[in-house]
């Protein structure tokens, strides 16, 4: 949820946040269209853009691909998204699909979050079972050599920020990550997620 006006690149990316519930407003077309764009544009190995975007809305689908989902919490993020975006690339295509995709997704979260949309990314590659991969490939006629590389909800965050499920920004501080000229010696790789 914005709450200062964002004057830089560097404030929208640090403002952005994973949002998991939504209000019911419709997405307009033109919102739709430019973060499709920001991901369009995303830099790719060799120029190949071996991605694709679907674009679900029909709450039918939504609600199948949702049930198909074994995990309750990611259940109940995607649930009342007005729009669900997949990102699939072609690995076939180019040795980069992955990390290209990857780059479309940033793109069109930091382009929805400047529209005041929200998304959030639900780990599809590389853990989701191959069972349910096939399942939805099937249902959304994905060829099988396609890869499922995230499906992000779309939506205008729900606006209390406690129903939209909106967790505080969390980092790694910067001396904790950069290093200089070379590795150091006593580097401690024991810390765990935390930031
Ligand atoms: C590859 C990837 C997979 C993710 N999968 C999930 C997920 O399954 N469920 C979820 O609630 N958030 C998921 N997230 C969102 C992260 O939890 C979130 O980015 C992280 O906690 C940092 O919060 P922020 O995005 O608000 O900065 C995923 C993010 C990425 C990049």
């Not at 369009?40 to 060799?46: E, K, L, N, R, V």
């Not at 479309?104 to 382009?111: D, G, P, R, S």
């Not at 995230?150 to 920020?161: C, K, M, Q, S």
């Amino acid at each position: 949820m914005q709450t200062a006006p964002i004057t830089s690149i560097l404030d929208l990316i640090k403002a952005r946040r994973s949002t998991r519930r939504f209000a019911s407003t419709p997405v307009s077309d033109a919102d739709l269209n430019a973060v499709l764009e920001a991901a369009q544009w995303a830099p790719s190995g060799d120029n190949y853009q071996p991605w694709k975007f679907l674009v679900i809305k029909n709450v039918a689908t939504m609600e199948k691909i949702v049930d198909m989902i074994p995990y309750k919490q990611m259940q109940a993020f995607l649930k009342k998204a007005p729009v669900l975006i997949g990102i699939l690339v072609n690995e076939r295509k180019s040795s980069w699909a992955i990390i290209d995709g990857s780059l479309c997704a940033q793109n069109l979260a930091l382009e929805a979050w400047a529209r005041g949309l929200g998304t959030c990314f639900s780990a599809w590659y590389p853990t989701a079972p191959k069972t349910l991969v096939d399942q939805v490939k099937t249902l959304l006629n994905i060829p099988s050599h396609w890869t499922i590389l995230t499906f992000t909800p779309l939506g205008y965050p729900d606006p209390d920020p406690k129903r939209a499920h909106i967790l505080p920004p969390k980092r790694k501080s910067l001396e904790k990550l950069v290093m200089y000229e070379k590795f150091p010696d006593s580097t401690d790789d024991s810390e765990n997620k935390d930031k």
